[in-house]
Every structure is written in C-alpha cells, then in structure tokens.
C-alpha cells in the first residue's frame, strides 16, 4: 500500500517540474513579440494595432495574464511575425540607400529655419515636391532644441482640427479650442523654439490667423512650408486688408522651382555616379514629376540590376524605362 503511494507522488512530482504545453509556447513567442518590439522602437500601441488586438489586450498577454482567447490572439500574432519575417528579408535585397544628404536646395531650406528660429520670426518654404522639403524639415527638427513639426491634411484644416495637431506635435491636449490655444501658448513661450507647419496650404484662414495670434503672443518662430499654393493662402491672392497682418510678418520666404543640377549631382554623388552621362540621364529624370524621388527610385532599381557591381548607366536606362518615365 505505502509502494503504491510512493508510485503515485513521485509520478505528482514528476509533472510538477515539466510545464504543459501552453507554458512552454508562451516565453519564447513573448521574447520574440518584445524583441521586435524593441528592435523597431515600437509601443505597446504601435504593435497592438499592427498586430489587430487592443493594448490591453497585448500587455497581458505579454504579462501571461491575458483572459480572452489564447490561441486566436496568438495566430494574430504569428502572423504578424511572419510578415515582418518577410519584410527583413525583402529589404535584404535592397541596396542600402545614402542617409540624409546637404544638396544645395536642402541647405537653402535649413538656412531659412534657421533664421526663423534664432530671430522669432514667420518663413514660408514653398514649391513643387520632390525637392526635398520633407527631408529638411526631419533633419531640422532632428537636430535642433525646441523644434516642433505638425503636418496638415485636408481634414485637419479647420481651426479646431490644426490647434489638434499642433498641439500633438508640442506636446499639450485639452479639450476646447480656447483651452488648447493657451496649452500651446505656455508650452512654446519663452523657449526660443520653432513650430514648423507641413502642408500648410490646407490651413483654413481661422487657422492662419490662431497660429499667426500663436506666434505675436509667444514669439516662437514660425515656418510654413508647402506646395506653391501656400503662399497664395498667406497672402490672400493679392494681399488684401484681410490678410495684411500675416502677410507683413513673414520674414523671409523661399520658393523652390524645382530640383537643380546641384542636388541631382549630391544625391548621385551618394550612390557612387559621378559620370556624366549618368548625370545627365538622372539630371532629365529630376525635371519630371516628382524630381528627386523620382531620381531616387531610378538609383535604387539601377542598384538592384547591378547585383552588387553599382549603379551603371545601362541599369539607370533599364530602371528609367521601368518606372515609365519618358527617355
């Protein structure tokens, strides 16, 4: 009798120390989820909506104490990882594309933010896109104080809709337009920063009108940078007593024709093309729409053709001739 009590805890004990089957799945696939995680700075949010699940949901999951559904949150999640899995692999096809480069049109545009900002004051950068405003913009705010960037859609373009975003892009939320106005006020006075509004020709003329009152009561600088449309909006067309207090606190403005020869040589200089019939392929490329991007897709595709051997001038006509783009 005590033999067989005997038999019966040593076999209790025996399971005690291996875990089933969900407590062995659980860790590596949680190291996995917060290894990527870390990896590509994401938030618990970030994942959360790339994956389709809820933030609550994820972090206790994480925690291992997730109440719901185990198994169909997993397969959401394996199929996120697998499609990461897929991403790391087609990039690693890729040829490594130049970080940020000073072309000659970027400099200009630094130079003028950077005038904004030391002395408080309004600049509009405006023209065609592909000329590498948006890269300014990052590269600006990467590397200076008190720098905030908010980008304006068509649906963000009411007063109550731009105060959101540029509140987001300081920092502040309150509910109401007074309210948030005055969050705003308290978050850039005194901090000698610039607030840089992206796409700004979708701004309302209420709109224009709060961030230029923004700008008198806190004397943060101000940069509005959009397509050539934007300009029109801050001087009304023709610089009519409505928009007379706006047009005369603009400073200094910078219109961008198009991308030049020297920013088509940087960024091919970039990829290692320096000769001159590249040059000049790339140089028609950057005059059709799209200018420098379209450039940067023609270098990219070139890239691929060249299996590791560069950017010929037979793979630039090749990857001109596959985006379309009259040669």
Known sequence: MNAKLDSVQIETDLEALVPDDRALSHPPLQDRVRGLMERRSLSQARAATEI????????QWLNGKYPGDVQALEVKIRQWL?????????????PSRPNFFRSPTVEKILAVFSYAQMMGDVVCV???????????IQQYRDSNPSVWTATISPNS?????????VG????????GRRKLARAIRRRVENTRGLLIVDEAQ????AALEELRSIHDATG???????????YARLTGGERSLRFAQLYSRIGMR???KGATLGDVRVLASAWGVKGAEEIALLREVAEEPGALRGVSKVLVLAAMAGGGEGVTLKGLRQARANLNVKE
């Open 52 to 59: 389709g699940a809820s933030v609550t949901a994820l972090s």
């Open 82 to 94: 697998a499609a990461q899995d897929r991403h790391d692999a087609a990039a690693g096809l890729l």
């Open 126 to 136: 405006y023209g065609h896109p592909g000329v590498g405003k948006t890269k300014a």
């Open 157 to 165: 373009a009411s007063l109550g809709a731009a105060l959101e975003e």
């Open 168 to 175: 987001d892009a300081v920092g502040v939320r309150e509910i």
């Open 202 to 205: 979708h701004l309302s003329v």
């Open 220 to 230: 943060v600088g101000l940069a509005f940078v959009g397509n050539p449309d934007v």
């Open 254 to 256: 910078l219109f961008l």
